[in-house]
C-alpha cells in the first residue's frame, strides 16, 4: 500500500490512510507528507474523496463503515493495483508463492541499467530504489498477490510465475483451486514466463536448472555464500551472472528476471550489470549487525519451502552454533502446514517460536506457535522480547542469529539489536 501511495503523490494526488502502528513505512510517508491515522477514530474519512483498502481489513471495519455510509467511492487494493496498471504501454506482473519481491527488484535494477522508462512497484524495499521507483510510463514492473485471488484483477502483457506451492488454502480450498488460478492468470496474459515444474501445464517462456528449458544456468558455483553462473537461452550461452544475493534459489529468480528482459530488449551486459549491482531487499537474508564476532540475519521465510531455502543458505556461511528465532505467520497457515513445519524445524539444535502473528485472523490454538514449539524437537516457546534477548545472548564468537518470519518479529528483532 505505501507503494501505491508514492505512486499517487508522483501524480501530486493528496493521500492519507491508516495503520495500526507507526513503522518505517508511516515514517517514511509522513515524512513525504501523507496524513496517517493511528487512532481509532474514522472522522479522516470525511476528507478523502475515494477510499482503497485491503484485505486485510474486514467487512467489520469502522473507517470502511463509515466510507460506506459517507457514500465514498470505494475499491480493493487488488482492483486499485489494475486500474494504476492501465496507465502504462507494457505490464510485467510477477507472481509465485516465494521470490516475488526479490525478483520484482532484480526486475527493477536491470531495467535501470538497460535506460528504460519504467515504474516498480515491490512488495518490500530493496536496498537502493526502496518499494517504488517512477523514472518514465513504458513499463509497468509490479508484484501480483495471489492472496484471495488478488493478482486475478491484473492483465499484464508479461506474467511471472516464479512457483506454486501449497499456500492460501484457507481462501483456496485446496492446492488444486490454487494452481488452477495459476493458469487463468497466465491465460489472461501476452506472454508467460514460467517456472514449468510447479505448473507443468502452461505455455510459455520456461526457465530452470534443467537444459529443456528456454533459459537455464550452468557452471554454478557457490563462493561464501554468493552464487556465479553461465546463462543459456535456448541452448545457446549468453554469457556469466554473478548475484550479490545469498541462496541458490536466487538463481531461479535471476533467470526468470533475465527471460523478461530479454523479451524486453534488454542486452545481456546490461542484465548481468544490473543484477550484479542488485544487493538485495529488507528482510530477504538481511545482515542486520555483526557484534563481537556474531552476524545477526534476518528473513521473511513463512512457508516451509522458504524456511528450508533460507536454513541451507545460513548453514553454508556459518562456521559456528545457529540460533534460529521463528515467527509464525498466521494461525491458518501453521495448522495447514503444521507438519511441514515441524519437519523442516526438528533438525535445529538452538530454536525459539515466537507467538504467532495473527495478522486478519483469530487465535486458534491447533495453529499457534506454542502447540508448534511442544511439538518440535528441541525448541522453545517465546512470548515477549525478553525471552528472545535470553535466547540470542548464549550466542558467542563465530555463532550465527537468524530471524525468520512475516510478521513484527524483523522490527522486534531491530530494537533489541539497538540495544
Known amino acids: 500500500m505505501s507503494g501505491l501511495a508514492k505512486y499517487l503523490l508522483s501524480l501530486g494526488k493528496k493521500v492519507g490512510g491508516s495503520d495500526v502502528t507507526e513503522n518505517e513505512y508511516t515514517d517514511e510517508l509522513v515524512k513525504e507528507g501523507v496524513s496517517i491515522n493511528f487512532g ?5 474519512i470525511d476528507y478523502y474523496d475515494f477510499v482503497v483498502y485491503t484485505d486485510a481489513v474486514n467487512d467489520a471495519d469502522f473507517r470502511l463503515n463509515k466510507a460506506v455510509a459517507l457514500s465514498k467511492p470505494i475499491m480493493s487494493r487488488g482492483q486499485f493495483l489494475y486500474e494504476v496498471s492501465r496507465n502504462f504501454k507494457t505490464v510485467i506482473a510477477v507472481s ?14 536491470i531495467f535501470a541499467s538497460g535506460g528504460k522508462k519504467f515504474t516498480a512497484h515491490i512488495g518490500g524495499k530493496d536496498l537502493i530504489f526502496s518499494n517504488f521507483h517512477c523514472c518514465g510510463y513504458d513499463y509497468f514492473i509490479t508484484e501480483a498477490c495471489e492472496y484471495k485471488k488478488n493478482f486475478l484483477h491484473l492483465k499484464p502483457d508479461v506474467a511471472v510465475i516464479l512457483n506454486s506451492d501449497a499456500d492460501h488454502i484457507e481462501c483456496y480450498g485446496s492446492e488444486e ?24 501445464g502452461l505455455s510459455g517462456i520456461s526457465f530452470g536448472f534443467d537444459k529443456s528449458a528456454d533459459y537455464y544456468a550452468k557452471n ?7 552464487c556465479s553462473f553461465n546463462v543459456y537461452e535456448c541452448g545457446e550461452k549468453l554469457g556469466a551472472v554473478t548475484l550479490c544475493v545469498f541462496g541458490k534459489h536466487n538463481v531461479l ?36 549487525k555483526e557484534k563481537d564476532g556474531v ?13 528450508r531455502a533460507s536454513l541451507k543458505t545460513v548453514k553454508n556461511i556459518t562456521k559456528g552454533r545457529l540460533f534460529v ?4 505467520h498466521t494461525y491458518s497457515r501453521t495448522k495447514l502446514l503444521f507438519e511441514q513445519f515441524v519437519n523442516v ?4 539444535n538452538e530454536l525459539l517460536i515466537y507467538k504467532t502473528f495473527p495478522a486478519r485472523e483469530y487465535f486458534d490454538d491447533a495453529g499457534s506457535a506454542l502447540t508448534l514449539a511442544q511439538s518440535v524437537k528441541k525448541a522453545r516457546y517465546g512470548n515477549c522480547a525478553e525471552d528472545i534477548i535470553e535466547f540470542i545472548s548464549k550466542a558467542r564468537k563465530g555463532d550465527t542469529v537468524l530471524f525468520l518470519g512475516a510478521g513484527d518479529i524483523y522490527f522486534i528483532a531491530g530494537q533489541i539489536l539497538k540495544q
Open 220 to 226: 554454478i558455483k557457490v563462493n561464501n555464500g554468493y
Open 177 to 200: 483451486a490454487l494452481k488452477s488460478a495459476y493458469t487463468d492468470f497466465s491465460q489472461g496474459a501476452k506472454q508467460t514466463v514460467c517456472l514449468y515444474r510447479d505448473l507443468p
Open 345 to 348: 524445524l526438528s533438525p535445529l
Open 325 to 328: 528465532v521463528f515467527q509464525p
Open 40 to 44: 481509532d477514530k474514522a472522522e479522516d
Open 253 to 288: 529468480n535471476a533467470l526468470a528476471s533475465i527471460a523478461v528482459a530479454r523479451c524486453s530488449g534488454i542486452t545481456f551486459d546490461k542484465i548481468a550489470s544490473g543484477l550484479n549491482g542488485f544487493t538485495g531487499v529488507e528482510r530477504r537474508f538481511e545482515k542486520l
Open 96 to 109: 509465485g508463492c516465494h521470490g516475488k519481491t526479490t525478483c520484482s527488484a532484480m526486475l527493477t535494477h
Open 295 to 307: 552476524k545477526f540475519y534476518a528473513d521473511y521465510a513463512h512457508h516451509p519451502n522458504e524456511l
